[in-house]
């Protein structure tokens, strides 16, 4: 993401400039932002397209903390032994706060600690992200370690349990105060079962704008490499994951 030191920008004190990798600023207490999200990933072995929709309603609570609440939905079309499936599903609610330790301009570096839990009629999610970020006049470089663990009812009598280890990088120039262009990385790492189950690394850009109360940002995330379960590294792993991950957001102050 981008945006210049912030007391020298017009743009929306919570705008952000990256998608997947998250920054360590916060909304000032009682300011309140809307942020539909709208993520879509495609290709498979088979025919595969997925939307994934959030409503989030950010909230400044204190100096340095905001939370927020989801709404969450699903809809998947895919090639499924020859028949075509599809379906959409509520994706429950979710919950995040978020607490600035440390700022990205007045101090050596960003610092920030994120918590999520999700509820939903068959699965549940905790998440938990280090915010590290730093800007330099008009560069913004951000990274985010990621731990979510999740547990789904699969049948009456039977519960799933998924643990994904993610790295999140960006780094973003603010080519003006409003527009910035960067280029995002992301390592996603799933264990599920009785361990190992895929690692891929997907990279791409990543476009924002922000005016005074609002600001949009963008991403396209093809994947680069499937690192494998054993230092194998493959060109990609299209049965677990997808050839291109997208998502868009958009934040408006209210």
Do not use: C
């Not at 300011?31 to 539909?36: A, D, G, K, R």
């Amino acid at each position: 993401m981008l945006v210049a030191l912030a007391a020298a920008t017009p743009a929306a004190s919570s705008e952000r400039r990256f998608t997947y990798t998250y920054e360590s600023l916060v909304l000032n207490p009682g300011n309140v932002e809307l942020e539909p999200w709208t993520t879509v990933r495609g290709g498979r072995e088979d025919l595969y397209l997925r939307f994934e929709e959030r409503i989030e309603l950010e909230i400044g609570v204190f100096e340095n903390v905001q939370m927020a609440w989801y709404l969450n939905g699903k809809a998947v079309t895919e090639a499924t032994g020859g028949l075509l499936k599809k379906e959409f599903e509520f994706g429950g609610v979710s919950n995040e706060w978020k607490w600035k330790l440390l700022d990205p301009v007045a101090d050596p570096v960003g610092l920030a600690l994120y918590g999520e839990w999700t509820a939903a009629p068959s699965e549940a999610e905790l998440e938990a992200k280090v915010i590290v970020d730093k800007r330099f006049g008009d560069v913004i470089v951000a990274a985010n370690l990621v731990g979510e663990i999740e547990w789904e009812l699969e049948q009456p009598d039977e519960v799933a349990q998924e643990l994904v280890i993610e790295v999140d990088g960006g780094l973003a120039y603010l080519v003006t105060p409003e527009f910035g262009l960067g280029l995002e990385l992301r390592n996603h790492t799933v264990f599920a079962g009785e361990g190992f189950e895929h690692s891929v690394v997907y990279a791409g850009p990543t476009l924002s704008y922000a005016a005074e109360r609002w600001w949009v940002a963008f991403s396209v995330l093809p994947q680069v490499v499937d690192l494998g379960g054993l230092g194998t590294p493959q060109l990609q792993d299209l049965a677990h994951a997808e050839r291109i991950n997208a998502r868009v957001l958009l934040g408006f102050d209210l």
